[in-house]
C-alpha cells in the first residue's frame, strides 16, 4: 500500500451477501493494511455481522444502526464515527457495498488524492447501465441542478478524502441529507476522477425511481437558501417584464389598436401576474432571512448506533 491507514466507509441495508464478497474483494487488494467501517443501516431480514470480515481476516468495525436511516445519513454516521474515533486519518474512502463502486478502481482515486492541492476525490462516471428513464431524468435533474444553484453535479457517492475533509465533512449538518451535495458546499479543494461502474455482486438494487428523485431534490435542498435568491430573482423580473406589459396595453388602447375586449384581458392577465410574482417575490426574500439565520447542526451519531462490532484488531486507533 502507497497510503497508510487506509479507511473504508460503506452502508450496507438488507445486502449481507454483496457485502460479504465486498470484504473479500478488500481483503485480496488490501490485505490487513485497510479499515472497513461497515454501516448497517437498521437492517431486519440480513442484519451485519463481522463473519464476512473474519472469514477473509479483514480489519473492521460494523455499526449497526437502531432504525433505518437512509443512505446518505448512514455514510454520515460512518464519516462521524471515523473523526470521533480515529486520531490519525491518512486516507479514507467512501464507497457502496453492492459492487457497482469497484474496489480495484479505489487507487486510481487515491493516486489524484496525493497532490497537495486536493483534499476530495471524487468519482465521475465514464459508463453506465440504466434505464433509459434514469438517464433522461439524470440529464434533467443537473440541467435544474445547475440552473438554481450555480454549481455542476456530476458525482454520487464514491470518493477519498485525506483527514482534513473528513473532520469537516463531520461536522457540517447537511451531510446526513446529501454527501455530494455537502462537498460542493464545504468549499474543500475536489477533482474528479473518470471511473466506470461495476455490476451488483448479487440482489437487486432497493433504489426505485421515486428514491432517486427524492435524493435529488435533497441535494438541492441543502442549497435552499441559493434556490430561494434565485427564485426570487426570477419573479421579480417576471414581475417587471408584466409592469412593461400592461404599460404597453394601455398605450395600444390609447392608440386605438387593441380590438374590442382585448384591453380588459390583457390588463387583467397581467395584473394578475404582477400580483403572484410580487406575492411569490416577498415570500423566497422573507425565506432568505430565516434560512440565512438559521444553522443546521451536525449529526450527533451516538443517538442512532444500537451496537458496534469489532473485529480483534478493528478498534485499534491507528
Keep these: 500500500m502507497l497510503h497508510r491507514n487506509l479507511i473504508v466507509i460503506t452502508p450496507v441495508f438488507e445486502d449481507t451477501e454483496a457485502s460479504t464478497i465486498l470484504f473479500s474483494e478488500l481483503a485480496k487488494s488490501y ?37 433505518n436511516v437512509g443512505h446518505q445519513r448512514a455514510i454520515a454516521v460512518g464519516l462521524a464515527y471515523v473523526a470521533e474515533k480515529f486520531s490519525d486519518i491518512d486516507r479514507v474512502v467512501v464507497m457502496d457495498s453492492d459492487g457497482e463502486d469497484m474496489p480495484e478502481t479505489i487507487e486510481s482515486l487515491l493516486a489524484d488524492l496525493d497532490s497537495a492541492e486536493v483534499d476530495v476525490v471524487v468519482a ?12 433522461a431524468f439524470y440529464v434533467v435533474y443537473k440541467w435544474l441542478f445547475e440552473l438554481l444553484t450555480g454549481r455542476k453535479i456530476s ?7 485525506n483527514g482534513i475533509a473528513v473532520r469537516r465533512l463531520a461536522s457540517m449538518g447537511e ?28 440482489g437487486k438494487s432497493k433504489m426505485n425511481f421515486v428514491g432517486l428523485a427524492l435524493h435529488g431534490f435533497k441535494g438541492l435542498m441543502i442549497f435552499a437558501e441559493d434556490v430561494l435568491v434565485r427564485v426570487g430573482i426570477a419573479c421579480a423580473v417576471v414581475a417587471v417584464l408584466s409592469l412593461l406589459g400592461s404599460a404597453l396595453a394601455i398605450v395600444l388602447k390609447a392608440m386605438g389598436y387593441a380590438t374590442p375586449g ?23 426574500l422573507m425565506l432568505t432571512g430565516i434560512t440565512r439565520g438559521s444553522t443546521v447542526l451536525p449529526l450527533d451519531y451516538r443517538l442512532l448506533v444500537d451496537q458496534v462490532l469489532a473485529t480483534p484488531h478493528g478498534n485499534r486507533d491507528f
Design 155 to 161: 458525482f454520487g457517492n464514491f470518493m477519498a478524502m
Design 262 to 284: 382585448w384591453f380588459s384581458v390583457a390588463l387583467g392577465l397581467m395584473l394578475l401576474v404582477f400580483l403572484q410574482t410580487g406575492a411569490i417575490t416577498l415570500m423566497t
Design 31 to 67: 490485505g490487513r493494511e485497510i479499515h472497513v467501517v461497515a454501516v448497517d443501516d437498521g437492517s431486519v431480514r440480513q442484519p451485519l455481522t463481522l463473519q464476512g470480515m473474519l472469514a477473509v481476516n479483514l480489519n473492521g468495525t460494523v455499526i449497526r444502526l437502531k432504525r
Design 124 to 135: 465521475q462516471r465514464r459508463s453506465r447501465v440504466e434505464t433509459l428513464r434514469f438517464k
Design 175 to 202: 451531510l446526513a441529507t446529501h454527501v455530494a451535495g455537502t462537498v460542493l458546499m464545504s468549499r474543500l479543494r475536489w477533482r474528479t476522477c473518470a471511473l466506470d461502474r461495476g455490476p451488483r455482486y448479487a
